[in-house]
């Protein structure tokens, strides 16, 4: 088992920066790849980056590519998603997530076997 825990959450006006954080416990955290999604109201969750367990690869959802970065510190098991020149459409429930296999296709839920439990993003224009 791998337990997720999202921090950061907050309120930003457009054009501003935030970053979430994801403490990880449980099964080494080292081993998994990590993702991130985000939910808005009345939308799917939808991926918006990802990072292999190395750090090495990170991958990032077109609408974000160039504004968000993800990194990751396995000595204390978190991992961050910096996001600036924040837009209203960035708003949403974020959600780090963690892969179930080193390959896993990073771009898909169903590749994630453990989730957290969500933290609120807010963006004002």
């Known amino acids: 088992q791998v337990q997720l825990v999202e921090s950061g959450e907050g309120l930003v006006q457009a054009g501003g920066s935030l970053r979430l954080s994801c403490a990880a416990s449980?099964?080494?955290?080292?081993?998994?790849?990590m993702g991130w999604f985000r939910q808005a109201p009345g939308k799917e969750r939808e991926f918006v980056g990802a990072?292999?367990?190395?750090?090495?690869?990170?991958y990032y959802a077109a609408s974000v590519k160039g504004r968000f970065a993800i990194s990751r510190d396995n000595a204390k098991n978190t991992v961050h998603l910096q996001m600036n020149s924040l837009k209203p459409e960035d708003a949403a429930v974020y959600y780090c997530?963690?892969?179930?296999?080193?390959?896993?296709?990073?771009?898909?839920?169903?590749?994630?076997?453990?989730w957290g439990q969500g933290t609120q993003v807010t963006v004002s224009s």
């Open positions: 997530a963690a892969l179930a296999y080193p390959n896993g296709y990073v771009y898909a839920e169903s590749a994630y076997n453990y």
């Open positions: 449980g099964r080494t955290f080292s081993n998994y790849g």
């Open positions: 990072i292999r367990w190395s750090g090495g690869n990170t």
